[in-house]
């Protein structure tokens, strides 16, 4: 965000620089000037507004991973999971709504090796993509949203510092939506007869 600030600020000291350069002339457009400020304002708004929307969301406390994921995957239509074991899903509610998601044929889950949970979930229509035989397990963790949708969202989520850091990307605005993508198309295409 410091940058998103020093870069509008450089852009004022710039056209403040040319004003008083011609400080007699300027002073006869000042309708311009007053123009001219509120665009750099509006634009530092704009930026600062979408830095902070964007930015990575930190949680620190497994009852705030769970809330997080239970409002990402209920906002979403056709959801990918892409995890280790499923060990967030140990309340009523995340569990019923992951069971409305495979009744609607709009869940698909990738993990290492069935559970029970995923049983389950392929039993009311989910689509269950496991990889046990690669003997490998990738460390990344994330979630498609609207998968398959010019609106598709991914979160990823990292531990720093102790803390459960999550990022979120749009379909093209970041490599690593396409790279959460091509490894989900990566294991369906495997998992296929």
């Not at 300027?26 to 509120?38: C, D, N």
């Amino acid at each position: 965000m410091i940058r998103i600030v020093f870069t509008w600020v450089g852009t004022a000291a710039s056209i403040l620089g040319l004003v008083i350069a011609d400080w007699p002339t300027a002073l006869e457009h000042q309708g311009w000037l007053v123009a001219v400020s509120m665009m750099l304002s509006i634009g530092l708004i704009w930026d600062v507004a979408a830095h902070l929307r964007h930015r990575p969301k930190t949680l620190r406390t497994a009852d705030e991973i769970k809330r997080y994921m239970h409002a990402w995957i209920r906002g979403g239509g056709r959801v990918v999971v892409f995890t280790r074991d499923m060990t967030w899903v140990d309340s009523a509610d995340i569990k019923s709504l992951l069971m409305e998601k495979a009744r609607a044929h709009e869940l698909t889950i990738c993990l290492p090796s069935g559970i029970p949970l995923t049983a389950e979930l392929a039993a009311e229509g989910a689509s269950i993509i496991t990889y046990e035989e690669l003997g490998y397990v990738p460390t990344s963790r994330f979630t498609i949203v609207n998968d398959g949708r010019g609106d598709s969202h991914v979160a990823v989520g990292r531990r720093i510092d102790g803390k459960h850091v999550i990022e979120e990307f749009s379909l093209g605005s970041h490599a690593v939506f396409s790279v959460a993508k091509d490894l989900v198309e990566i294991l369906r295409k495997r998992s296929q007869p």
